[in-house]
Every structure is written in C-alpha cells, then in structure tokens.
C-alpha cells in the first residue's frame, strides 16, 4: 500500500499550496485597497491571478476517491456568504445557468476574503462541464473528465470584442483556442450601465436594498439575486452595442451538449471598454482559466495517483520490489472482454493492467499479489480495478494512461536487479540522457490529439491498438521494449521489427512539445 509518509507528503504538498496561495492574497488585497491610479488596475490583476491560481489547484489537489477523480472547480457563492453552493445547474448546462455566475467562493477555496483595487469581492463564472456536481457517483458523463471530453465552454473576448476563447468550438484537436474554463471578474467602482439605446439605464446599486440580508450582509432572499448585493447586473457590466457583440458580462451561455453548444457565443468582455466617444461602459477586468492551464495539472495528478498505486503494489512484501506487467495494446479490441485490459507475460510497456494480476502471479512462482493494494485510488477496498464493476473516473481515463516497467522490476521471484542502462528506464531530451539514474517504472498519460506534421492522431476505437495514435517519439517508442507480436494471440505490429523486444528502446521524454504533449511521471 502506499506509504503513510507519501500520502502525507501529498497531503502537506496540498496544503503548502493553500497556505502560500492565502498569504499572497492577504498581501496582495491589502495592496489592492490602498493603490491609486495605474497601480490599482495592476493591483486588481495580481488579485485575479490569486484567485485564478487557488481555484486551479483545487480542481487538481482535492482529494479524490474511488468514483470521482479530479478537474473540478467548485460552483460560485450566490448569497455572498464566501461558500460554494452545492449545485449550479444540470450537466450539459441545459438549466440553471444563472446558478454558474456568482461570487468567488473564497471560503471553500481557503483562501483570505479577496478585493480588488475598489473594494469589491470577486465575482466568478465556471463552465457547465467543470463545476461540481453532486450527481457524479451516478452520472457517467459527469465523470468523464479526460483530455477530449473537458473542454472549455465559455467565450471570452478582449475589449475590442475579438473572440479570444470560442465556446462554441468542441473540437479536441485545438482545445486551448476553445472555449474557458472558468472566468474571475473583479467589478471594479460602480458604472451606470449600458441600456441599449446609447442612454445610462442607472448608476449600479450595491446594497441590501430591496432585498433582505443577515447581520453578515449575506442575502437571504429567494433567489438571492432579488437582493441588489447579490444581483450581477450591478457590478458587471454591458459592451456599447453591435460592435463589441452587446456582451454583457451579467450574463451569458455555456452548454456543453451538442444540440446547445452553438449558443456559447454569449460571453464575457474583457474591460476596460469604452464608446467612439471615450464614455467607459465596462470596467470589469478578468482573469481567465483555459483548457491549457488545467488540462496539464489534471493529466499529472492522474499520472501521479497511478503511480501512488505502483509504489503501494511493489512496497508489498510478497511483491519483493517488482511491479506487475503491463496490458498489451494489441489485445485492446479482442472479443473476449477478460482479455482487453488484462496483463500478458513479458509485456513491458502497454497501458495500466486490470486485475487480477494473473500472468505476474504465475511468472514470479505464486509469490506476487493479483490486486492492488490499499490506498489505490483506480482499485476498490478489494484490490479490484473499480471500472470492472462500475463507470469511474478511471474508466474515463484508462485509455489515455500507460505504462512502462523496467526490465529489472519485471514479475519473477525475489528481489529486483539493479539498474543499468538497458535494465531501467532513463529520462531524455532527445539523444541525451537528462536523469541520473535510472527509474523502475513509467507513467504516460497521453493528452489531447495532436495534428503532427506526419497526420493527425486518432481517437476512434482502432486508435486503441496503437500507441503512436496517443503518445509521442520516444514514448509511443517504448513498444519496441516488447515482443512483436506482444502476446501470442496478437497480429504482427508493422510499425516495428518482429521477434524479440530491443532493450534500447528504454528512453522517457518528459519535456513537452509542440509534437509532443505526453505527462510523464517515473518511479520509484
């Protein structure tokens, strides 16, 4: 199982994060209220980027479990009280959608009660796709959150009204020019706001008036945004007309079904903007959260508790060390359903094995363990690999995550070899070996496809049974560790020599490229 003192190290890591991520915000809130001209607008922006960064690091460091896995950022606080609500709206987006507009739930992100320059609490819109939900544990979709399916939802402009985030886009190869993830807003002094005729429709109203609040000053009224306080409309703010788009940041669209998608166009503007005649309209400034600042983090964290499992498995007395073979991507299509993720004796690189552990067992004489260990958040309490008997976060990541044993960690009795350079797997950059020693095991989670000079990469079912449809270089390399075929019921793979596997063939690159958007993460 995996160490105690890793899961708190883990643990600690997380709350390090927390705890430097509110102190920078106590600094930079304190700068905020006392900074005068330019500086104010700087010192808005250093808090939006707090905020920004708190509500990436709890979609990719919140604790996770067997059923729900990470990506999700929580929903917006409606009554101003500094804690998410627990919903806000269906999961396509379909309903609910001013329930994904509110202000940031400071309080559930631990953070300290954030202003900007004005004085003012940040306001916060999350995509239908990303937000919390509580239905996850029966909802297969909400819990897909892997590279094609968690794309952004929400379009963003910049103060021209040039569409910077389209989120009507759903297209999996150009995921960071799609549409945001989530949108922080700091709303800035009061404006009277754009009416649509070219007149003010009145100056914003920012009290309790009209509606009920607690001695807090939290709105009590059902919704809260009968309370002006608590209402969008008097803290964000409207584009001048046709030429900006008429965005008004009080508002907008985020379905993330296929019949809805096309309605995404109605956003967010980012200010300051102002008329043909210099009357600013929108002060509002913004901080955005894209596929390309999350999607990375989460694929890490993914790579990260696989390799939580890995440690854990070989940590076993009974395992000596070693770790179990790896599934044969050959055999990803086969009819029997038993076979599909299942080890094979002597495959060194394939994805992430489904127990039991069948082949490792015999190969090490009986003495290896057939499940995973306690702590493994892909297993149950059992050992079992959860999506054998359900629809998990894991069932939803499985195909995008493999990896590689070292040959001298392969299953067999006793304790491992030592590592060398053909007996380990060693991290490089090209032709050059960048680490030091050498690493037992590899996780490789593959990212969203990409369009490579030599074509695009593929999704489709048949993609399954190649890995260069998912990794890149070296890494989609790492199949000529194997036999070819891979396993005796396998047909021949063309892409490589047939025959034995070639030792050599034990490079790792991390770095990512623009061909190359592979998350690495090697043991022990």
Known sequence: MPSPSFERGFALAALATLLALALVAALTTAIARSATGPRRAAASDQVLATAREALIAHATSRAVDEIVGPGYLPCPDLDDDGWAESTCGSMTGETGQWQRLGRLPWKT?????????????????????????????????????????????????????????????????????????????????????????????????????????????????????????????????????????????????????????????????????????????????LAVISYDDLMPRVMRRVAEEVAVCLRGYAARPENSGRIPWAAPLCRALDPDPALRGSEASGVLFGRVPDTPFLASHRDSGGAMHSGWPAGCRIADANGDTTSLSRYTWWSAWKRHVFYSVAPANRPAYGAPGACDPLACLFVSNGAEITASSGHRFAVLVAGPPLLLDSGRQSRGALADTDARQWLEGANADLRRLNANPAAPECAVDFSYPQGPGTASFNRVAALATRERNDTVVVGP
């Open 109 to 285: 992100l631990g953070l300290p009660d954030l202003r900007d320059a004005s004085g003012e609490r940040l306001w916060y819109a999350v995509s239908s796709k990303h937000k919390g939900l509580l239905n996850c544990t029966v909802s297969p979709a909400c819990l897909d959150m892997g590279p094609e399916a968690a794309l952004g939802t929400i379009t963003v402009r910049d103060a021209a009204g040039t569409v910077i985030h389209d989120g009507t886009s759903a297209s999996p190869y150009e995921p960071g020019q799609g549409g945001a993830v989530a949108v922080i807003l700091a709303p800035g002094p009061p404006l009277a706001r754009w009416s649509g005729t070219g007149l003010p429709s009145g100056t914003q109203v920012r009290t309790c008036d009209g509606g009920t609040c607690n001695e807090a000053g939290h709105c009590l009224t059902q919704p809260p945004t009968l309370t002006p306080k608590c209402n969008p409309l008097n803290y964000l703010d409207r584009a001048p007309g046709p030429a900006f788009s008429d965005e008004d940041n009080a508002r907008f669209v985020d379905r993330n079904d296929a019949a809805g998608r096309a309605r995404n166009r109605d956003g967010f503007i980012r200010g300051p903007v102002a008329d043909h005649g210099g009357t600013t309209w929108v002060n509002d400034r």
